[in-house]
């Protein structure tokens, strides 16, 4: 396919963009795409036109959401895809450190090619000899290490995980590697299955989960529940499961209005606390030590020691040109994808 970037024109409208390969800076990298993967949480919220950014303008200095008659993401769209894999195919003339031939991870969007300082490429490259599949999750795995770390997760502890999409399965895998026993909470039996095989001790259905929970529990309830499905249901019941004065993680990118949370019930009675958890930003506790690069690096780390498998969460690999159908496939919620990733010609 020739140089090319996906961009959205409006809500379901994909199209690709021409790309010009200008001349390099001489502090610059050209890289070629191998893999990029496709979010099914922020990407879907951009391409049905429901994320916020794309109806108000986020004001930096007040942190707030404002109505405005040019949003903070109009259209066309140009910045879908984070979770991108490549290799270095040029190197500008003040480049001496960096080859032809390396592999890099980074969040560059869903197109053939990108142009890089020699910075970024330093701070993002694989581990020599890495399957370069797993720079996929650097950013998604970023994301699931911050939900885990905003849980103060104990040797001992039982998590509840509910949702079991790609970030929720990456957050049974390191709530697991942490020292914590997992429960895993789904509708899909097929992922409820892919949890026990990658660290969770149970894996149940929704209904009456805080219930079960309890029961598995002492009738203490979990020590900290994280919900990572972005479903106000999901949420609800993480809250009922949870201990007394024990900690509910909201890492779910909830859309719009949140509705079905009770919160004279057991959130109040039991004094939940409720936390969000956002990659914009880690902990304050713990942002003298963590940073967004540590988490991505340590993300890519994890994998290739072995002690995280999620290369086993892709479920489907389909050709860059087939993005359109991809995207319409996930917005449809076809049964059985997982993480999807777009490939770009090249042997990897």
């Known amino acids: ?19 010009d390969l200008a001349p390099l800076a001489a502090d610059e ?6 893999f990029s993967g496709v979010s099914a949480g922020t990407e879907l919220s951009q391409y049905r036109g429901v994320n916020p950014f794309m109806h108000r303008r986020f004001d ?4 707030l959401f404002l109505p405005a008659e040019a949003p903070s993401w109009p259209y066309p769209v140009r910045n879908l895809g984070y979770e991108e894999v490549g290799e270095i195919i040029e ?9 032809v031939g390396q592999r890099l991870f980074g969040a560059w969007g869903h197109r053939t090619h990108h142009v890089a300082t020699a910075d970024y490429a330093r701070e993002r490259l694989l581990p020599e000899g890495a399957d370069p599949r797993i720079g996929v999750f650097s950013h998604i795995g970023a994301v699931a290490l911050n939900g885990v770390h905003d849980a103060q997760i104990r040797i001992g502890d039982t998590v509840a995980v509910f949702g079991l999409g790609v970030p929720g399965q990456i957050v049974v895998q390191a709530a697991h590697r942490s020292g914590a026993r997992v429960i895993a909470v789904d509708p899909d039996p097929h992922r409820r299955a892919i ?14 989960a805080a219930e079960t929970i309890k029961a598995a529990n002492s009738g203490r309830g979990a020590d900290a529940c994280i919900e990572v499905s972005g479903a106000p249901a999901a949420l609800a019941e993480a809250i009922r499961a949870v ?14 209005e949140v509705m079905g949370l009770r919160l004279g019930e057991e959130f109040h009675h039991n004094r939940i606390q409720l936390i969000c958890s956002q990659i914009s930003g880690v902990a304050p506790e713990a942002s003298y030590r963590w940073s967004k690069p540590r988490l991505w690096r340590t993300a890519i780390t994890l994998q290739h020691e072995g002690r995280l498998n999620l290369t086993d969460l892709i479920t489907h690999v389909a050709p860059f040109e087939d993005a359109i159908d991809l995207f319409a496939r996930l917005d449809a919620g076809e ?11 090249a042997e990897a």
């Open 335 to 345: 049964p059985g994808l997982l993480q999807t990733v777009l490939t770009f010609g």
């Open 91 to 99: 190197v500008g003339a003040e480049v001496g450190d960096l080859k």
């Open 60 to 63: 930096e200095t007040q942190r």
């Open 1 to 19: 396919m020739s140089p090319s970037a996906l961009l959205l024109n409006a809500p379901k409208t994909l199209a690709f963009e021409p790309l």
């Open 29 to 34: 990298v050209r890289i070629r795409t191998l």
């Open 243 to 256: 201990a007394y004065s024990a900690r509910v993680v909201a890492m779910g990118f909830f859309q719009g």
């Open 195 to 208: 949890a026990l095989a990658h660290g969770a001790a149970e894996a149940i259905a929704p209904e009456n």
